[in-house]
Structure formats: C-alpha cells, structure tokens
C-alpha cells in the first residue's frame, strides 16, 4: 500500500516568489494535515481537513498561506509571497486512527 | 495551556538499554504517540498509549501514567540504525489536535 506522497521533496525560492505543495494521503484516510517543522523542532500544525472542510485552521498565518482539498482526497498548501522565516519541512500527514507522514517538502527561501 | 518536555539529546551504547522520557500538561488528553523520525525523513509511528500501563512492541516498549503526565519510550539491544530523534507527541481531547514535543536526537555509538 502506498503512503502519503508529497511533491516536491525540495524546493528553493527567492523571497516575495509564491510556492505550493502537494500532497496524495492514503488511501481512506479522510483527515489529512499540514503541519510546518522547524530544524530541531516538533512539527507544529498548520492546518486539518475532515474530507473536504477545514476543521482547524487556527494555526495557518491566512495572510500569506492558503490550502484546499477539493474533493476530499489531495491537498495543496501555498505561500504568497514567501519570507525568508518559512524555511521550513513542511510535512503532509493522513489518518484514520494515527498518523502516517508523508516524506515532507523541504523548502529553503533566499 | 498546553506543554510537552522531553530531553534534548541523549546518547548510549549499542546493545544497550535507553529510557526517554516525556512529561505533559494539556487541558485534556486522549492518547501520546510516539514518532521516531531520522534525519531528512518523515516521522514514522511508533507506538500508542491511551491507557495507563506499558505497551510492548519488540524492542520497544512504552509506558504512561496519565496522573502523572508522564509517559516513557523504552528501546532494548539498541542499534545503530536507532539513532534518531523521537517524538512524544499528545492528542488534545478538545480539539483533537497532536501536539509534539521538540524530540529527542539519541546518538547510538558502537
């Protein structure tokens, strides 16, 4: 069975440049996350979706970042524009009872 | 509120025994993961507690007492693939959010 996949593994940007991930959950899994990890740190949630709806996204900066889930299976997270602070892993998860991490999007903005 | 602590950094010998601990503090609980995640890479589950008592899974084992807020992951016979960081991570029973601890990087040395 196939885990949760994430395009693209790395991504490098100039600040003020917009940028998106993706994210494929597994297959069933109807909560799917984004969460932002910082080096040395736990990753922190960004955003979590019952099927299609947002169920919280308390933690997601709304001026800049932006998601959807359309359909209730893939996602997509964007940033516009990015700052230089979002250098981060960003890490796509899916659920049915516990959490299976996809291989994150390591984004480096210069 | 919410807060999670667990050591920074630990280190121990192959075929040895290590103990990391985890203590918490959320506004309500309903379960702690375990997450170990090496370097570059997504973290991947390890274990579960919702009840009190110890859960054992081969090589690892972990404990929790939810009274105290504490709970422990226990690896036996280390190797050197174990090297990595592990992550205690609490499900908030309110919102049914995990919250992560920063993790804690085991170097294993032959």
């Known amino acids: 069975e196939a885990g949760v996949v994430q395009s693209p593994r790395y991504k490098i940007i100039e600040k003020k440049q917009p940028v998106a991930f993706w994210c494929n959950p597994i297959?069933?899994?109807?909560?799917l996350y984004w969460y932002r990890q910082n080096l040395g740190q736990g990753p922190e949630l960004l955003i979590r979706?019952?099927?299609?709806?947002?169920?919280?996204d308390s933690q997601l900066p709304k001026d800049r970042f932006s998601a959807e889930r359309l359909k209730g299976v893939d996602s997509t997270l964007k940033i516009q524009p990015a700052e230089l602070g979002d250098s981060a892993v960003y890490l796509c998860?899916?659920?049915?009872?516990?959490?299976?991490f996809g291989p994150g999007t390591r984004l480096t903005v210069l | 509120g919410q807060n999670i602590d667990q050591p920074t950094e630990m280190t121990a010998t192959e075929g040895a025994i290590v103990q990391i601990n985890c203590t918490y503090q959320?506004?309500?609980?309903?379960?702690l993961f375990w997450y170990q995640q090496h370097a570059g890479e997504a973290p991947t589950f390890l274990s579960y507690?919702?009840?009190?008592g110890l859960e054992e899974k081969g090589r690892f084992s972990s404990f929790l007492s939810r009274s105290k807020g504490y709970s422990y992951l226990l690896l036996k016979e280390l190797q050197m693939k174990d090297s990595a960081s592990y992550l205690c991570?609490?499900?908030?029973?309110?919102?049914?959010?995990?919250?992560f601890g920063t993790g804690t990087r085991l170097q294993v040395f032959p």
């Open positions: 998860a899916s659920s049915y009872n516990e959490q299976f």
């Open positions: 297959s069933g899994h109807n909560t």
């Open positions: 979706y019952e099927n299609e709806e947002a169920v919280d």
């Open positions: 959320t506004s309500g609980f309903n379960g």
């Open positions: 507690n919702v009840l009190d």
């Open positions: 991570a609490v499900r908030d029973e309110n919102t049914d959010k995990l919250i």
